[in-house]
């Protein structure tokens, strides 16, 4: 599953009490932090909000969507019980993580003898269940809800003999995270036949390494400038020397623009993995390939992805490889990406070197990988760089473990840092004293280094204000000072109010109106006319139509000729409890089409802090220009900051034209709501919202919806 960060992580408290509804049902009070005020609130849940929650996640989503995977396990399948039974034997199949009984089903209508299916979390194994009896193989099936590795096998056991086939699905963006070396392991020792047949046979994990300026910027801080190119803050040297983490950074490389990177060499087959038991597999390994470099570059990322070898003969192939490496994509086309097929479960994995290295073409390098029992990491040595270790790397600096990727790779957005700074030039005074309400950047130490008397920062996370000390240290400023909370007399004395509107602790993009709840805080205290930047904010929203995003939440209906209707109704009846209805993305990985035009729906002034709420009514789908009808399966909002009177967009780098494909900005990411149905619209569609924007209690709410013409 995707390890991306776009999931909030968050710390439940749980308190059962009686309702005083006369159902008599126990409802759960949850306790969670407010992003905007940083305050901790409690909701009221269903009692089984947890459960509920973990349905939701466990989803599989895209996963059973993904034709290719279903129809490739299936041939693999299929090919694996003919071969038992030309062999005499029965074909007796285990299925370890079973989840709806897919692959246990295909294996009944390929004709299996018997079929054991394992299914540890019991909501889904009850589910599974249903399942079968819907779909009339119910007692072809043995469902066990146990993890494989708690399986036995003999008179009393979850099985009565050992299975010779063994289909599993158990991989994920590093292919053996989510614990697949153990399952195959322990499987072999206690629960197959030897001479079994696996489907998938074998894998084999690919890298290639590339300099690439753009992904560097997530995970390294760079040198603040300004639009002069002037370094006005310095990266402490401690940052720039430090090995970084080495989890996993899992992006759909196919969207990454062709000219953002330079490959350094060919793709190479780093890891192979025989999971039919003809080898023992290692739970430890490190393996140094040497590799003659194809372009002269600075060596900074590996990219990494797999394949799986579905049948031993190895004529069904499953590839997760990007565009320009993947065996089926059409390099003739205007967008080879388009060509292959799209996966979230699986998608392609970034690992930022410890240490760059400046490379020659035609030189020969050493690519070290390196991998335990969950994961990987990778070294790169030339006859100047060698090592006698190769430890995971661990992070000394703080930025890695404070900070996300995405939130380093806004703080290394020079063109946004340049309009911030222009402006911050432009309206200090003289002995200037600032506020920077914002700690998780690095614009209130910029002040400092522009003229300013004092700079308050504030900030009361331990570790950004270890960053922030660092770059004190660093740069010696004598003027910027750290408070956890401002005071009245601080407060006084302020002449310039100063935020980058991005925190550190924001997902949703209306979290960053974090700005505006401490400006409403401290208004009655602040001098009249202070300047603020930014000077504003409004959020945008449209219709839109996501070429693939949408099937992380659409139903199944029938999947393979199998009816899924129980699953998709037990994963919507735990959404409805569990999830909100925006989520947040990085929507330049997954392509999507401008479908009306998009709509102010609100604007905050931060002067007098003044909303706006613009006309709440019927927007139309398409503009006057369009014709015929047109797919819309979500809505997607983005802030805007206006400073110095410009826009600064987190959404599209420039304005949406209905019918085209959209271009996002790569260091933020966006609101989404996708809808559990594509609609199909035409100029006569209408959508509406209703937003809700109160900064005393520092809650924002949105619903995006259809205009219902019969009411």
Request: charged share 25%; hydrophobic share 40%.
């Amino acid at each position: 599953m995707r390890v991306k960060a776009f999931q909030r992580i968050r710390s439940f408290l749980l308190v059962r009490l009686e309702s005083i509804s006369m159902t008599s049902k126990m409802q759960v009070f949850t306790q969670k932090r407010n992003p905007i005020t940083g305050s901790t609130e409690w909701d009221v849940q269903h009692e089984d909000y947890d459960f509920h929650q973990e349905i939701a996640r466990s989803a599989f989503a895209d996963m059973l969507h993904d034709t290719e995977r279903n129809k490739k396990y299936h041939r693999a399948l299929q090919l694996a019980i003919e071969k038992m039974h030309e062999a005499g034997k029965k074909a007796n199949v285990l299925d370890i993580g079973t989840g709806t009984g897919l692959l246990s089903i295909m294996a009944a209508r390929c004709g299996a003898d018997t079929i054991t299916a394992c299914e540890a979390f019991k909501p889904m194994a009850e589910c599974c269940l249903k399942i079968l009896q819907r779909n009339g193989v119910a007692d072809k099936i043995t469902v066990v809800p146990k993890r494989s590795t708690d399986m036995t096998v003999g008179e009393d056991g979850d099985m009565k003999e050992k299975a010779n086939i063994l289909v599993t699905e158990v991989f994920d963006t590093e292919l053996i995270g989510e614990g697949a070396l153990s399952t195959f392991s322990h499987a072999h020792e206690y629960l197959l036949e030897e001479d079994c047949i696996v489907v998938p046979d074998s894998a084999v994990i690919y890298a290639q390494v590339v300099e690439c300026p753009t992904l560097q910027k997530w995970n390294k801080l760079n040198d603040l400038a300004d639009e002069d190119l002037e370094v006005i803050l310095r990266t402490p040297q401690k940052m720039k020397d430090c090995a970084g983490s080495a989890a996993v950074h899992d992006v759909q490389l196919s969207q990454l623009p062709r000219h953002a990177f330079t490959e350094l060499s060919d793709q190479i087959p780093v890891f192979y993995y025989d999971w039919s038991g003809r080898s023992p597999i290692d739970m430890k390994r490190t393996v140094k390939q040497e590799f003659t470099v194809s372009n002269t570059g600075q060596a900074q990322i590996v990219f990494m992805w797999w394949e799986l070898n579905m049948d031993p003969e190895g004529k069904i192939c499953l590839s997760c490889a990007p565009w320009w490496a993947h065996p089926d994509a059409d390099l003739s086309s205007d967008r080879p990406q388009d060509s292959i097929p799209w996966r979230d479960h699986w998608m392609q994995a970034v690992y930022y070197l410890p240490q760059e290295i400046t490379v020659q073409k035609d030189s020969e390098v050493s690519l070290v990988s390196c991998q335990d029992e969950y994961s990987l990491w990778f070294y790169l040595e030339d006859e100047k760089t060698k090592r006698k270790h190769y430890k995971r790397p661990i992070c000394e600096c703080g930025v890695h473990m404070s900070i996300s990727r995405t939130h380093v790779s806004y703080l290394n957005d020079g063109k946004r840092s340049k309009k911030l700074l222009a402006q911050l030039k432009e309206d200090l005074v003289a002995d200037a004293v600032v506020l920077d309400l914002n700690g998780s950047s690095f614009l209130g130490l910029a002040a400092a280094k522009m003229g300013a008397k004092t700079v308050y920062i504030i900030e009361n996370m331990n570790l950004n204000i270890g960053i922030l000390n660092d770059y004190i240290k660093e740069n010696d400023i004598q003027n910027a000072i750290v408070l956890p909370e401002v005071t009245d007399e601080v407060l006084e004395k302020i002449t310039n109010v100063v935020c980058d509107p991005n925190f550190s602790c924001a997902i949703l993009p209306w979290e960053n109106l974090k700005v505006a709840y401490l400006l409403y805080r401290y208004r009655s205290k602040l001098k009249d006319f202070v300047p603020v930047i930014p000077e504003s904010c409004e959020f945008w929203a449209m219709p839109v139509e996501f070429q693939d995003l949408h099937k992380i939440r659409i139903p199944l209906g029938m999947c393979e000729g199998i009816d899924m209707s129980i699953f998709d109704s037990l994963v919507e009846s735990s959404r409805v409890i569990s999830d909100a209805e925006m989520e947040a993305q990085p929507l330049w990985e997954y392509p999507c089409r401008c479908r009306g035009v998009p709509r102010k729906i609100i604007d905050i002034h931060f002067k007098d802090l003044k909303v706006t709420y613009a006309c709440d009514g019927a927007n139309p789908i398409v503009d006057s220009k369009s014709e015929g009808s047109h797919s819309v399966n979500g809505f997607a909002i983005w802030a805007v900051w206006i400073v110095g009177g410009k826009p600064i967009s987190s959404g599209p780098v420039e304005w949406p034209v209905v019918g085209d494909r959209v271009n996002w900005d790569m260091h933020t990411r966006q609101a989404v709501k996708i809808l559990k149905t594509s609609k199909i619209v035409s100029d006569s569609d209408k959508w509406s919202y209703q937003v809700a924007c109160d900064l005393e209690k520092g809650q924002f709410n949105l619903n995006l919806d259809w205009v219902n013409e019969e009411s």
